[in-house]
């Protein structure tokens, strides 16, 4: 079956630097996500898409903007990098159904950033 | 706000036993889905099992079923017949309310399988 697909892989940057990571979710999953795992711990949620539109926010630095395109794949876009940004990136997407409790998640491999 | 809470850091298993990996959890909804998730040192994230707070039934995948005790708010994972390949970390994880949300995650455990 079809799985998340994130790239790159990893990704080597240095400070001040800008990045773009990219995501394409599960065929007919309507909902994106972007978490950043930092060393030693657990996932934190950055920000979702539903149906292509900004639906949820977490603790995204104002550096980090992200969308989702018309063929429901997104691209987290990050500028200034600092050295705190050094982290495994994932992206996650669902299949939603209005009023039903919350479906699964299925997360790509991720992408690790390295600020140098 | 939701909270999850796993009180192990780590875990041995002898290869071969079951073992179960605690989680509690903290809600004021009453929909919400529970998830574990099992992060290899390959980092990355693979999803293994899910109940939905309706579900009369512990959710079950092969080797896996989740203990589900909604009384106590608790949502332990047992692994059957643990496996080498088990060994890894394994995140406990909730998403409140209906519909899409964002996952909130437990510390992880990280689970060593002896042979």
């Known amino acids: 079956a079809a799985g998340v697909i994130q790239s790159p892989r990893h990704l080597i940057k240095e400070k001040r630097e800008t990045a773009t990571l990219k995501c394409y979710p599960i065929?007919?999953?309507?909902?994106v996500y972007w978490y950043q795992q930092g060393p030693g711990q657990d996932p934190q949620f950055l920000i979702s898409f539903y149906e292509k539109m900004q639906s949820d926010k977490g603790s995204i630095p104002d550096r980090f903007s992200a969308q989702q395109f018309s063929d429901y794949h997104s691209e987290l876009n990050m500028s200034s990098l600092e050295l705190g940004d050094s982290a495994l990136y994932f992206c996650?997407?669902?299949?939603?159904?209005?009023?039903?409790?919350?479906?699964?998640?299925?997360f790509g491999d991720g992408t690790r950033l390295s600020i140098l | 706000a939701q909270k999850i809470t796993q009180t192990q850091p780590g875990m041995f298993v002898q290869e071969k036993e079951a073992v179960t990996l605690d989680c509690t959890y903290d809600t004021s909804d009453q929909s919400y889905g529970l998830f574990w998730y099992k992060q290899p040192s390959s980092g990355e994230m693979i999803f293994l099992i899910y109940q939905g707070s309706y579900d009369e039934q512990n959710a079950t995948e092969g080797r896996y079923s989740l203990n589900f005790q909604k009384a106590r708010k608790s949502a332990n994972l047992v692994i059957s017949a643990s496996q080498l390949g088990d060994s890894a970390m394994y995140f406990c994880?909730?998403?409140?309310?209906?519909?899409?949300?964002?996952?909130?995650f437990g510390q992880g455990t990280i689970l060593t399988v002896h042979p």
């Open positions: 996650a997407s669902s299949s939603t159904q209005a009023g039903q409790v919350a479906q699964p998640q299925h």
């Open positions: 994880a909730m998403i409140p309310g209906t519909s899409y949300g964002k996952l909130t």
């Open positions: 065929p007919r999953h309507d909902t």
